[in-house]
């Protein structure tokens, strides 16, 4: 068999079958010859670690001129290089397994079996900082640690790329050259105490408060939970199995009684570490022949492996806390989508007559805005009542029925992934589709609806104002300012647009926060039975408790993006960074102003076309971070992602229309997908 890197591809990634080994005139590569003779049983335990890293790195380390090409196929050509030279040469094969073995003697696997790639109990920021620390500050020595030393050969996915591929014959062939003796039985002694952490660990997040609540009725004592550190190993699968159940069941009973990030992490803690368990097992054991230990090999240092490297990756880090926030938010926010997504033609007439209502309190909103801003308060206050000012417009809006375009993409977006997830893996692309081209159009609706009637509201205003005051609203040198603040071009409008998006998706965060705090924390049933009724009545407190069950996701997003508008902006000024915000109504509330002033000359295409762009960034951007978030928090995959993607986009091509207007059969029976909801924006 040719060596080294210039065995053939076709070679290396066929399979291996024993007694097939080159005969012993074949030539070692002198890199992994120099790296064999350096294996010493006898050296230092620092010494050993060393060189056998030397010869691990020599089979995965690929060279810099190959890296464009898949490492797998490399990789695997160099391990049947490896594998042949231990066949063929005694001395280089009792060497080696002389090493490794005296390292899994002389080593503790506990914390890499029983640690690598779970989650901890640190917080978010504590861990970022730890992971940032490894990375910039030298490590001490810990050569007694096996997790380590994984850590020294497995330091990228590259490294990992030839797990996942290589055949079980060649691996059992590795596998029975290293195990010289008993050299496996530390390994074994290993797995049993990380099963039995586990399974402790397992058990404390199980029975824990929070778990229990929402567990089937039963004594502690009979719960999987509890069970699963005090049963043999033979009994673990089928505790596992019931482990499994009960997870099942409390995820259930999360989407009626509101979201924990404590449950939520406990239920993926527990989630991964029955799996880590499973992949122990076949070794603790006597079944399995030594094919499927091999296949359980590869399975169990894959997980290993690619666990170890997430554990020091801040992107994995950031992907995980996304995945918790999704799953604690975009349940609520999901439920409140539903009412922005309209189905007939009444339904978007209706919406468009509700955001007409919106866009002419926007038009006070402006008022207002600018003289806060003419009052020129400290900072602190200036951003603090703009954000007051926003507030108290949203809020009403919601009170009043009214519809915020720019409010709808971000819970639209969880809708979507409602639907998605409801699918089980195997979504009708048709379906979906319809959703979609169903919330693009409703969105259309709300923005014309918002935007088409704050200028005649504004153009209205400014004649009062001008029988009052005798000027119009705002100056000469104002109105030119604005004018020229929404050009595309001479500005960085565009990017205050797609920033504003950004605070809009946080807004739907926080619209599903308080609806899900007010669902946790079972208030609306708490008013209805607090000692308060006697004094104000029972019937108060009961519409009390259903206004804030329907109002509490309106009125969090509200608030949230009022404040985030007004406030954002003076926080980034104090760094000195002049971000500003460009919502569409309100950037076209002002530019109408202006106009009023200069005349409707001077309000130029550059500016029109920035109001234009502003409304394509905020919904664009608000709706994609909205639904990356959903589908994070829904587990839908990639290859689910492109699909529908693709079929979004050759939908719109062969019927553009039906994304800005519904057909005349919208609404009809049979012409509603499953998992849509059709009920009127409120």
């Not at 490794?100 to 503790?108: A, F, K, P, Y």
């Not at 990228?156 to 996942?164: I, K, Q, S, V, Y």
């Not at 240092?301 to 918790?324: E, V």
């Not at 530019?591 to 109001?611: E, H, K, M, R, V």
Request: glycine share 8%.
């Amino acid at each position: 068999m040719p060596s080294g890197l210039d065995t053939k591809v076709t070679e290396a990634s066929g399979g291996y079958r024993p007694g097939n080994t080159p005969s012993p005139t074949r030539r070692t590569p002198p890199e992994l010859a120099m790296s064999l003779d350096l294996l010493d049983p006898k050296a230092s335990l620092a010494t050993r670690l060393d060189a056998l890293e030397d010869v691990a790195r020599w089979v995965i380390e690929i060279p810099t001129v190959k890296r464009l090409l898949k490492p797998a196929p490399l990789q695997l050509a160099r391990l049947r290089t490896l594998v042949s030279a231990l066949a063929v040469n005694p001395t280089y094969r009792e060497r080696f397994a002389g090493v490794v073995g005296s390292i899994l003697r002389d080593t503790s696997a506990v914390a890499l079996f029983a640690e690598a790639g779970m989650p901890n109990d640190r917080g978010l920021g504590s861990e970022t900082m730890d992971r940032i620390a490894s990375r910039i500050l030298p490590r001490p020595p810990d050569d007694e640690d096996l997790e380590r030393f994984v850590s020294r050969v497995f330091r990228t996915t590259r490294d990992c790329a030839w797990l996942e591929v290589v055949p079980l014959d060649l691996l059992a062939e590795l596998g029975n050259l290293i195990a010289a003796g008993d050299a496996w039985r530390p390994i074994r002694e290993a797995m049993a105490d990380a099963v039995a952490l586990l399974c402790t660990r397992i058990s404390a997040l199980g029975l824990s408060a929070h778990m229990r609540e929402r567990s089937d009725p039963m004594l502690v004592r009979d719960s999987p939970f509890f069970r699963l550190p005090h049963s043999p190993l033979e009994q673990l699968p089928m505790l596992i199995l019931e482990s499994r159940a009960q997870l099942s069941s409390i995820r259930k009973r999360l989407e009626t009684a509101g979201v924990s990030v404590d449950v939520v992490y406990c239920i993926d803690a527990i989630r991964r570490m029955l799996a880590r368990i499973e992949k122990m097992l076949p070794f603790l054991g006597t079944r399995g022949d030594a094919h499927d230990r091999a296949g359980a090999a590869r399975d169990l240092l894959g997980a290993l492996t690619s666990g170890r490297i997430q554990d020091s990756s801040l992107r994995q880090l950031g992907k995980q806390n996304l995945a918790l926030l999704a799953q604690k938010v975009i349940e609520r926010v999901g439920h409140t989508g539903e009412h922005y997504v309209t189905t007939t033609r009444r339904e978007y007439w209706f919406m468009m007559l509700s955001a007409a209502g919106g866009g002419a309190l926007t038009a006070f909103t402006v008022i207002f805005k600018f003289l806060l801003k003419w009052a020129h308060f400290a900072p602190f206050l200036d951003g603090f009542t703009a954000g007051l000012n926003y507030s108290i417009c949203f809020v009403a809006m919601q009170l009043l029925g009214l519809t915020l375009a720019t409010k709808q993409p971000s819970m639209t977006a969880a809708a979507l992934a409602a639907t998605l997830r409801e699918s089980k893996g195997d979504p009708s692309l048709d379906e979906l589709v319809t959703l979609i081209s169903r919330i693009t159009r409703s969105q259309f609706a709300a923005a014309c609806g918002n935007v088409l009637t704050v200028i005649p509201v504004v153009l209205i205003l400014d004649v009062l104002i001008v029988q009052v005051t005798g000027d119009h609203f705002l100056d000469a040198a104002t109105a030119a300012k604005e004018i020229a603040s929404f050009h595309p071009f001479k500005t960085l409008t565009i990017l205050f647009a797609a920033y504003t998006g950004v605070l809009l998706w946080l807004s739907s965060l926080g619209a599903g926060y308080l609806e899900n705090w007010v669902t946790f924390r079972r208030l609306p049933e708490a008013i209805r039975h607090h000692r308060l009724g006697k004094v104000v009545g029972w019937k108060r407190m009961d519409k009390f408790a259903n206004f804030l069950t329907n109002y509490s996701a309106g009125i969090g997003g509200s608030v949230t993006l009022g404040m985030l508008l007004g406030m954002t902006p003076k926080i980034f000024a104090f760094f000195g960074l002049g971000i500003e915000t460009r919502h569409i109504t309100l950037s076209t509330g002002s530019l109408a102003f202006a106009g009023c002033t200069l005349g409707a000359g001077a309000i130029t295409a550059g500016s029109c076309l920035g109001i234009v762009l502003i409304g394509i960034m905020n919904f664009g951007v608000s709706f994609v971070l909205a639904l990356s978030v959903a589908l994070s928090g829904r587990d839908v995959s990639n290859r689910q992602r492109l699909r529908l993607a693709g079929q979004v986009g050759r939908v719109f091509l062969r019927r553009p229309f039906n994304f800005f207007y519904p057909p005349k059969n919208a609404g009809q029976p049979g012409s509603t997908p499953t998992g849509a909801s059709p009920p009127p924006a409120h």
